[in-house]
């Protein structure tokens, strides 16, 4: 079984920082690209970074300059640093793992983690 866990965010001033790491357990052979995304009150679920195996970055418009992935392949973790945070960033983040398990490749998501924006 597989399980990705976010950890991070709460609540952060306009123009704050916050940062969120999501972390795969479970048997894990191999872990290809793994992404961020977020969902703000009622709207659709959203890419906002994604990185590749070899550490290869792909951002959103709306956050490129401000947020920053990365990823730890040893310790299978991701991170997302978000600077200069706008209230337009209030949303549920997801973090999201291909995994190639025990007898498949599959997509794997966290339970989410709520990040606010306000003053």
């Known amino acids: 079984q597989v399980q990705l866990v976010e950890s991070g965010g709460g609540l952060a001033q306009p123009g704050g920082s916050l940062s969120l790491s999501c972390t795969a357990s479970?048997?894990?052979?191999?872990?290809?690209?793994m992404g961020w995304y977020r969902q703000p009150p009622g709207k659709q679920r959203e890419l906002v970074a994604e990185v590749a195996t070899v550490g290869s970055t792909n951002y959103a418009d709306s956050v490129k300059g401000r947020f920053t992935v990365s990823r730890d392949n040893a310790k299978n973790t991701m991170s997302l640093q978000m600077n200069s945070l706008k209230p337009e960033d209030t949303a549920v983040y997801y973090c999201?793992?291909?995994?190639?398990?025990?007898?498949?490749?599959?997509?794997?998501w966290g339970q989410g983690t709520q990040v606010t924006v306000s003053s």
């Open positions: 479970g048997s894990i052979f191999s872990i290809y690209a």
């Open positions: 999201k793992a291909r995994i190639l398990g025990i007898a498949k490749v599959d997509d794997y």
